[in-house]
């Protein structure tokens, strides 16, 4: 079982910047794809940004391309996302997921494991 705690969250005026840390815990757990997913209130959870187990691929939502980067750590068992030029709009509560194949995927059923999210609010 892997556990995954989001942390990094919190009230930042837009354009400004926030790293979100995605920490994970149990047996083998750097060796999983993970997967970043935002949902804001009244809609449905989306694809935010994915990373493979190396680190070495990457994908990103087209709303957050250029302004966000994931990236990992397994060393530390910790994926980061680090999100620039914000905006209103990227506001949501931001969860991190693990899926355990080799594919990376940006369709949060794939996922096997779930954090509990990190809210992130984007004042204008």
């Known amino acids: 079982q892997v556990r995954l705690v989001e942390s990094g969250g919190g009230l930042v005026q837009a354009g400004g910047s926030l790293r979100l840390s995605c920490a994970a815990s149990?047996?083998?757990?750097?060796?999983?794809?993970i997967g970043w997913f935002r949902q804001a209130p009244g809609k449905e959870r989306e694809f935010v940004a994915v990373?493979?187990?190396?680190?070495?691929?990457?994908e990103y939502a087209d709303s957050v391309k250029g302004r966000f980067t994931i990236s990992r750590d397994n060393a530390k068992n910790t994926v980061y996302l680090r999100m620039n030029s914000l905006k209103p709009e990227d506001t949501a509560v931001y969860y991190c997921?693990?899926?355990?194949?080799?594919?990376?995927?940006?369709?949060?059923?794939?996922?096997?494991?779930w954090g509990q999210g990190t809210q992130v609010t984007v004042s204008s």
């Open positions: 997921a693990a899926e355990t194949t080799w594919v990376i995927h940006t369709a949060d059923y794939e996922y096997d494991y």
């Open positions: 149990g047996p083998t757990s750097s060796t999983y794809v």
């Open positions: 990373i493979s187990r190396e680190g070495i691929l990457t």
